[in-house]
T-cell receptor, first 112, second 119 residues
């Protein structure tokens, strides 16, 4: 069964900390995505990547960066965590442009 | 402007009844795809059904069907014979076009509808 794995289910970090959210897929998918989900706002795209070492900004990239050194791994980095980054973070991957996403189970991040 | 609009923050339905979750979309691209996902309280996103803009027939998957009205730009999800396990958040999403440069398969999501099925 195809899988997208997010390394942590729950995280609690302090304001100002550098935070890494890791995502790994085992499906050899080209495209990987990071979304943020907040109540009443749905899912909003932070960053995505269509190839190794390639990245594109989504709708809300401010305060985030990403890294894709290997095809199967896509990391989301919060350089200096702030309380307004408390949210659910969802990683997803897809094989091509015309198909939907396969999602990970999400990381619920709390910044205190 | 919102590309996907879900106007029902919450919906209630009795077990065994049918329910329709509304979704309207906005795009000028002639080629697009529409998706519905289910998110239970556990948090994972589960793909339910897909409709392509050129598909002649409405998509169906078991108890799920998509009422696709292209001229009205609506893609409502119909769940027949609701079950208690259908209680979840439901998201409508859209991807646009072929070879759209950097958009490359990204999805636009609505704000979701929380469905509650009661016995």
């Amino acid at each position: 069964d195809v899988k997208v794995t997010q390394s942590s289910r729950y995280l609690v970090k302090r304001t100002g900390e550098k935070v890494f959210l890791e995502c790994v897929q085992d499906m050899d998918h080209e495209n990987m995505f990071w979304y943020r989900q907040d109540p009443g706002l749905g899912l909003r795209l932070i960053y995505f990547s269509y190839d190794v070492k390639m990245k594109e900004k989504g709708d809300i990239p401010e305060g985030y960066s990403v890294s894709r050194e290997k095809k199967e791994r896509f990391s989301l980095i919060l350089e200096s965590a702030s309380t307004n980054q408390t949210s659910m973070y969802l990683c997803a991957s897809s094989l091509g442009q015309l198909v939907g996403h396969t999602f990970g189970s999400g990381t619920r991040l709390t910044v205190v | 402007a919102q590309k996907i609009t879900q106007t029902q923050p919450g919906m209630f339905v009795q077990e065994k009844e049918a329910v329709t979750l509304d979704c309207t979309y906005d795009t000028s691209d002639p080629s697009y795809g529409l998706f519905w996902y289910k998110q239970p309280s556990s948090g994972e996103m589960i793909f339910l059904i897909y409709q392509g803009s050129y598909d002649q027939q409405n998509a169906t998957e078991g108890r799920y069907s998509l009422n696709f009205q292209k001229a009205r730009k609506s893609a409502n999800l119909v769940i027949s014979a609701s079950q208690l396990g259908d209680s979840a958040m439901y998201f409508c999403a859209m991807r646009e076009g072929h070879n759209r440069g950097s958009t490359l398969g990204r999805l636009y999501f609505g704000r979701g509808t929380q469905l509650t099925v009661w016995p």
